[in-house]
């Protein structure tokens, strides 16, 4: 194995640098109070605003930056802020100060028979990072995330962004150095080193976070399956996976054929370029001869392309795809959707079980029996009866903002919250107990 270069070794020493700050910083923030937390959250919404011509300028040369390499429109969309867009970004800010704070909560407790009192209360996970492809509002929220629940956020974003999110960490530690609490009672500050940008854009300085065992405590990648596969795979941090979706609907043989219209156009079409979309459609075959002409012509008029086994091609040969094992796979994130006719209902469920992400899985039925069966047989983070798989959702559960949505069975399982960025610990208090 060669010598580190140089600049491997600063850029190395640099990151430890900033992994120690993070790490002392983290045992400042933990105890806070929420009024402290909650006015630096509104001291980085402010700043934001205010600041709001600094990073659009930062962002102008990521952008033109991406251009240049021949990135597609759809990530240049991802990649840009504007004025308004800042400010959405900032609006969402002061929502996560409006959430319960998570920290303290009894999770359980009891007083034990020997008279002890047990109790389980929620505590920050402390240094969480977060490792993210070119979408710098990401930035933002995760930081608020963090904050909130009382962690300090470790943020590697991709390098297509790197000028955008250097001008918007900068701007949320200037507004923690300047942040007070609402409440007087709360004289405690956010430290400013509760926000921190990975130093460097190689893919060396995303080793040395993913290594960071000791200085940071969990790492959260979002993006891609190529993304999340390689943290998973490279990292010696614990590590929650997110956001790989494969959904399916399955109309049952007992389903209104409008309403599975309806519900697989949604999950299709409302917004395909993300994890809850539906990138599978199975049909039975009692149904199938009602509901695929209606689905094919409703799915084309949005500009969708189906790519259809034998028996779903035989209803327009001329215009559905043929379907290959990878289609069912694929994770399209675009106006592409995968199909196969059915002959029972345990037939769908050995399809997702097979193909299927663990994401989110929606059955379309009038059958109690047959949604009950589904609901207990799919192993999914979400399933819905009757509703689209967009609605796994932070906010649409009524959880307030995500950080993603977790796909593994460790720890948090489906949209992560507030409460998910949290552990736990047990305190007892007694009276001078001794065990004998």
Known sequence: MSEPTAEEVEEREAFLRVAERARAAAADLAPLPRAAKD??????????????GEIVKANEGDVARARENGISEYMIDRLSLSTERIAAIAAAVRQVAALPDPVGETVRGNVLPNGLDLRQIRV??????????????????????????????MLRGSSSAFDSNTALVGIMQDALRSSRPTEPQSSTEV????????????RDSVKHLMRARGLVDV????GGASLINSVVEES???????????????????????????????????????????????????????????????LRAKGVTVHGDDRVRAYDPEKVVAATEDDYYAEYLS???????????????????TYGSGHTETIVTGSQPAAKRFV???????????????????????????????????????PMGLPELTSTKYVVTGEGHLRG
Request: glycine share 6%.
């Open 335 to 353: 106006l592409d959707i995968a199909a196969r006719v059915v002959d029972t209902l345990h037939d769908a469920v050995v399809h997702i079980r």
């Open 376 to 414: 207990a047989l799919v192993d999914s983070a979400a399933v819905m009866v009757n509703a689209s798989t967009r609605f796994t959702d932070g906010e649409e559960f009524g959880f307030g903002a995500e950080i993603g949505i977790s796909t593994q069975k460790l720890h948090a399982r489906g």
């Open 124 to 153: 920050p996970l402390g240094v969480v990072g977060i490792i993210y492809e070119g979408r710098p509002n990401v930035t933002v929220d995760a930081a608020a995330l963090c904050l909130k629940s009382g962690n300090v956020a």
């Open 236 to 298: 010696t941090v614990p590590v929650i996976e997110t956001g790989v979706g494969n959904c399916a609907v399955y109309v049952d043989a007992a389903a209104d054929v409008d309403m599975a219209v309806d519900i697989l156009v949604n999950a299709k079409t409302q917004r395909p370029s993300v994890c809850n979309a539906a990138e599978t459609f199975l049909v039975h075959k009692d149904i199938a001869d009602a509901f695929i002409p209606k689905a094919l012509d409703a």
């Open 191 to 202: 430290p400013a080193d509760a926000v921190q940008l990975v130093p460097g854009t190689s």
């Open 39 to 52: 006015a630096a959250l509104h001291a980085i919404a402010d700043a934001l605003v205010a600041r709001s």
């Open 219 to 222: 790492l959260i990648p979002r």
